[in-house]
Every structure is written in structure tokens, then in C-alpha cells.
């Protein structure tokens, strides 16, 4: 399982968000807390934020710890918005920058923690790379990010075995699913984390139940729904 992050608020630094903290992103590439499915996350990394309406990416099929022209940078992007990823590949998937989150129709980033079996997926000439989680992300897109609950119920269903964790924002929304995954959320005075995983030990971070929706507006209000049919 991957590791992914969003954030909804004033603009901050990428490095504040990914690569300052005690336990963000960087050291979750090779340290993760709380991961159950895979050891490190060395198979790639990637950074989507909005800069005005613009979408920005910055992907890798390296790992993040190693990435001295990121740390140099990233102290000098800022952004309101903010999705970002560090990989560790399902095995028989691809190994490459179009592989690693965000993905994006223009419009939205989406970070996939998970597997899913791409035989329930429909083919999608949208869809990045041949990564289950690009062709999860070309349906989610097609489906529209106002239906994200009934498309992550209906792939669980049809893949009882999925996991399927999701963190997409459009500049000023941010949803989250949990679906066999962890995802915590830390409320501060600038705006709201999503994360999989606490990037550091401060006590408002909460942990949000499995197989529920997280709804977060630009106003900072999060909202949780149990997704249907969940048990
Ligand atoms: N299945 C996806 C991939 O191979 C996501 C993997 C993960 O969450 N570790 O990239």
C-alpha cells in the first residue's frame, strides 16, 4: 500500500507538508508507522497541487528520499491544495512517473491507496498508465467526483478483495474514502490534513473509520458518512 496526503487550506510549502515533518512523507517512504500491505514505499513518489486554477505535477518512479532537486524546490512551491503520494507497487504493475500518483483529468488529483483487479475496471483510453489505480482514477473521473461513494461501493463489490483509498481535491475540495486502509485528519487554525498515516505525534490528529466518505470544504468543515452497504 502506498502512503498518500492531501491538504485543503491557506497556501503552505510542499516541503511543509511532505518533507518537513518528523514522520511526512519522506520518512514514510522507507519508515511508514502504520502500513499493514508492503514494507517501504520506494517505487515512486508524486506531488499535484493547484497553483491558481492550474493543475501542477511533479511525479517520479524513484524514491522520494533520494530526490535532492525536490528538496530543493520544494520549500519555494506553495499551494492551498495539495495532493501528494509515496508508491509501493502492487506486484505485476508498472514501474514508472505515469504510474505514481496524482492523477488527473484537468480538473482534480487522485491518489489510489490499494489494489484493485483491473478485470473488473473498465478500459479507458483516459486512464495514464496500465496501473489499476489509473484506470480506478479514469472511472472515478468518468463517473464524476459527486458519485465517488457509489463508485468505490460498486468496485468493492465487484472485487470483494479491493482495497480502495482515495484522496482527490479540486482546489477547493478535498474527498477521502476509506476502504481497508488507515486515514487520519488533523484540524489546524491554516486548514486540514488528510493522511494516511499521523506525519507527526500531535494530539488533534483523529482517525477516521473504515468505509466511510470524508468530505472536506474550503471552509474547513469535515464531514464523515459510513459508505453504503458497508458492514
Ligand atoms: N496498486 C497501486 C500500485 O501498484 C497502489 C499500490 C499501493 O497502494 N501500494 O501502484
Not at 487522485?110 to 484493485?116: A, C, D, K, P
Not at 480502495?164 to 481535491?169: G, R
Not at 488533534?204 to 473509520?209: G, H, S, T, V, Y
Request: aromatic share 6%.
Amino acid at each position: 500500500m502506498c502512503r498518500h496526503l492531501g491538504w485543503l487550506g491557506e497556501p503552505v510549502s510542499i516541503a511543509s507538508l511532505v518533507l518537513d515533518p518528523p514522520c511526512g512523507l519522506r520518512v514514510q517512504s522507507y519508515a511508514p508507522r502504520r502500513q499493514k500491505h508492503g514494507l517501504i514505499n520506494a517505487d515512486g513518489w508524486g506531488v499535484g497541487f493547484f497553483d491558481r486554477d492550474e493543475v501542477r505535477r511533479w511525479r517520479s518512479a524513484s524514491p522520494l528520499w533520494g530526490d535532492v532537486s525536490f528538496a530543493s524546490v520544494s520549500p519555494a512551491l506553495r499551494s492551498n491544495c495539495v495532493v501528494a503520494a509515496v508508491r509501493s507497487a502492487t506486484v505485476g504493475m508498472p514501474i514508472e512517473a505515469s504510474a505514481s500518483a496524482p492523477f488527473s483529468d484537468g480538473n482534480w488529483l487522485l491518489s489510489h491507496n490499494g489494489v484493485v483487479d483491473r478485470r473488473v475496471l473498465p478500459v479507458s483510453a483516459a486512464a495514464e498508465s496500465t496501473v489499476d489505480s489509473a484506470m480506478l482514477a479514469a472511472l472515478i473521473f468518468e463517473r464524476g467526483p459527486e458519485n465517488l461513494a457509489d463508485t468505490i461501493v460498486d468496485v468493492g463489490a465487484a472485487d470483494p478483495s479491493a482495497r480502495l483509498n482515495i484522496v482527490m481535491a479540486n482546489g477547493s475540495r478535498l474527498l477521502a474514502t476509506t476502504w481497508g486502509d488507515s486515514l487520519s485528519v488533523l484540524r489546524r487554525d491554516d486548514g486540514v490534513v488528510l493522511a494516511s498515516e499521523p506525519y507527526d505525534d500531535h494530539p488533534d490528529w483523529e482517525d477516521i473509520p473504515d468505509r466511510h466518505l470524508v468530505d472536506v470544504s474550503s471552509a474547513g468543515q469535515v464531514t464523515m458518512t459510513p459508505l453504503k452497504g458497508s458492514s
